[in-house]
């Protein structure tokens, strides 16, 4: 054969074999595009579900609280106004239970479910400075149509039992998911009265904001999160 011919033989070849291989390219694309189609649409399905069947994130409540703190040097005056945000959860009777010093020296406090961005007003309804807890009610009866109360564990929790804390902490205004397990249960000095009262260690992340939301096991309520150690990693206490 002549070069030419040999030369064009070749060439032939060489456009097949990459022919063939756009072809394979194309199928192989097509396939991975109805893959992640079909990952998606399973994802959507599965997010579907969990909104339809509810889930103990839909009862952990946002708590906004302006402070008006006395001003004991001279009590004719206020100390400045100021604002913070915490976190609670619905309990039985459609109520609401959160940390006391959330609430600490409350001038207004406004709470605000997942599902909704509208505020709603609320009233202090108890106040356990000693165990730093606080139950609030809000008037408005629709705040809590969609919402389903937490069942409270009656046991307490076995070492290494994992949890999960919800709640709002800083960094972000949607629901925070943390996890850990519980490290010990014993007598802690509570930082909000100083008093000597069983608390659960815990290794899962709190943060400002995440004060008064619930600590869950098998989506029980087990715990309420009210303080971390500073200075110190993954030890929190509920």
């Known amino acids: 054969y002549s070069l030419e011919f040999q030369q064009e033989q070749c060439w032939q070849r060489t456009c097949s074999v990459i022919a063939s291989k756009r072809v394979i390219a194309r199928k192989t694309k097509a396939t991975k595009s109805l893959i992640m189609n079909k990952a998606v649409f399973v ?8 909104m339809a069947f509810g889930s103990p994130a839909d009862s952990v409540i946002k708590i906004f609280t302006i402070h008006s703190s006395p001003n004991y040097v001279m009590p004719w005056l206020t100390q400045p106004v100021e604002e913070s945000t915490g976190s609670g959860c619905v309990i039985k009777g459609k109520r609401i239970l959160t940390n006391a010093h959330n609430i600490g020296d409350h001038a207004f406090v406004m709470v605000r479910k997942q599902s909704s961005p509208q505020k709603y007003p609320a009233k ?6 000693d165990c ?3 139950i609030l009610t809000v008037d408005d009866a629709t705040f809590f149509d969609d919402l389903e109360p937490l069942e409270i564990m009656n046991d307490l929790p076995a070492l290494h039992e ?6 709002y902490p800083l960094g972000g205004d949607t629901i925070s998911f943390t996890e850990g397990v519980v490290s010990r249960i014993e007598m802690q000095t509570y930082s909000h009265s100083y ?6 260690q815990i290794s899962a992340a709190i943060n400002p904001g995440n004060s008064g939301g619930p600590v869950l096991i098998d989506d029980k309520l087990s715990g309420i999160a009210f303080e971390c150690m500073e200075n110190a990693q993954n030890i929190a206490y509920a």
Do not use: I
Request: charged residues 15%; glycine residues 6%; proline residues 0%.
């Open 162 to 167: 994992k949890v999960t804390v919800l709640g």
């Open 132 to 134: 730093d807890l606080a």
């Open 195 to 200: 008093e000597n009262l069983l608390a659960m």
């Open 43 to 50: 994802s959507c399905a599965v997010m579907a579900a969990t």
């Open 124 to 129: 202090v309804q108890v106040v356990g400075r």
